[in-house]
């Protein structure tokens, strides 16, 4: 599986960015797809996921009703649209893939980096004025 995030940039705060997670090379069935961000000394935190079967979304209490996770049509490109943003956004903005059952349901589970195997490159989102 490879993993592509794009959509990173400069913005000031309360601004908004939309962030691409495009998956190439998938076979797997059923799999949840989360973003998680790493800030400069600090641990890599889940963010958001979505889970293949229904495209139900988790997220964290630190984003909930800021950002939302998407997909489109394909489902092979996730979204990260990421509104009132603020400074404690900044980070590098990670997509990763794990494989689930078919009926596995959203938790905190799904934001617990050591969970996945498949990683794609950061994106750098900084918020600043």
């Known amino acids: 599986v490879q993993l592509q995030a794009s959509g990173g940039g400069l913005v000031q705060p309360g601004g908004s960015l939309r962030l691409s997670c495009v998956a190439s090379?998938?076979?797997?069935?059923?799999?949840?797809i989360a973003w998680f961000r790493q800030a400069p000394g600090k641990e890599r935190e889940g963010v958001s996921a979505?889970?293949?079967?229904?495209?139900?979304?988790y997220y964290a209490e630190s984003v909930k009703g800021r950002f939302t996770m998407s997909r489109d049509s394909t489902r092979s490109t996730l979204y990260l649209q990421m509104n009132n943003l603020k400074p404690e956004d900044t980070a590098i903005y990670y997509c990763?893939?794990?494989?689930?059952?078919?009926?596995?349901?959203?938790?905190?589970?799904?934001?617990?980096?050591?969970?996945?195997?498949?990683w794609g490159q950061g994106t750098q989102v900084t918020v600043s004025s």
């Open positions: 990763a893939l794990r494989p689930t059952t078919p009926v596995h349901f959203l938790g905190d589970i799904d934001l617990r980096e050591q969970e996945y195997d498949d």
């Open positions: 979505i889970l293949s079967r229904d495209g139900s979304t």
């Open positions: 090379g998938n076979t797997l069935d059923y799999y949840a």
